[in-house]
């Protein structure tokens, strides 16, 4: 069983600050998406990532694949209270799993003004 | 672009009752389909999962069924609610080739009494 943890569980910090989400597995993943989710919501596809060490920028959003495809990072610039919501990562391994994706347990960000 | 419908939004459910929620999707053929089940401010659990019409895959033991009578719909059923059984429903739907990222609606909040 494929695992991915994401880290920190919790973030509160400032408007304007800067921070990083991380998302490790001992797993090789063939793609890797983030997904932002507000409450009461189906979470929004954010981003995919499927070439090692590839990086995506969005806005103020920078995602990162890890070299050999087993950990993913968000780092957001200048936070704003807009950005505040559940961040998941989920991976899929083509060969294994097929389309299913195996999901992070979620990183929650409030950023307070 | 695809959209996902699922109803309802909330539903307040004795134990022992019977259960049956719907999601269609609009603006693709063929999709594959998901149903998920999220504990507050945490990950997705995979429950089902379906490649076609009357091809349902259980990913984890439980007292819930699946059924995708048509194309684009996918039901998610119980004969006999248990407590444990609260949580928010999420279904989703992918394209059938590798790499395709899952978009999903926006759920059901299911609460057992």
């Known amino acids: 069983t494929q695992l991915l943890e994401q880290s920190p569980q919790f973030l509160s910090i400032q408007e304007g600050e800067n921070l990083t989400v991380y998302c490790n597995s001992s797993s090789v993943f063939s793609s890797l998406q983030w997904y932002r989710q507000e409450p009461g919501e189906g979470p929004v596809l954010l981003v995919t990532v499927v070439t090692g060490g590839e990086v995506k920028k969005l806005k103020r959003l920078t995602f990162q694949f890890g070299d050999a495809r087993k950990d993913s990072s968000l780092h957001i610039t200048a936070a704003q209270p807009g950005d505040t919501g559940l961040y998941l990562c989920?991976?899929?391994?083509?060969?294994?799993?097929?389309?299913?994706?195996?999901f992070g347990e979620g990183t929650q960000l409030t950023v307070n003004p | 672009s695809q959209t996902i419908h699922q109803w309802p939004a909330t539903l307040v459910q004795p134990v022992g009752s019977p259960l049956s929620l719907e999601c269609t999707v609009e603006?693709?053929?063929?999709?594959?389909l998901y149903w998920y089940r999220q504990a507050a401010g945490r990950g997705l659990q995979l429950l089902f999962y379906?490649?076609?019409?009357?091809?349902i895959s259980s990913e984890v033991p439980q007292n819930l069924s699946a059924s995708r009578p048509q194309d684009r719909q996918f039901i998610l059923s119980s004969k006999k609610l248990l407590l444990s059984d609260s949580g928010f429903y999420l279904c989703a739907c992918s394209g059938t080739s590798l790499g395709q990222p899952q978009h999903f609606g926006d759920g059901t909040r299911l609460s057992i009494l």
């Open positions: 989920a991976g899929a391994n083509w060969e294994t799993s097929g389309s299913r994706l195996t």
């Open positions: 379906s490649v076609g019409i009357g091809q």
């Open positions: 603006g693709t053929s063929n999709p594959n």
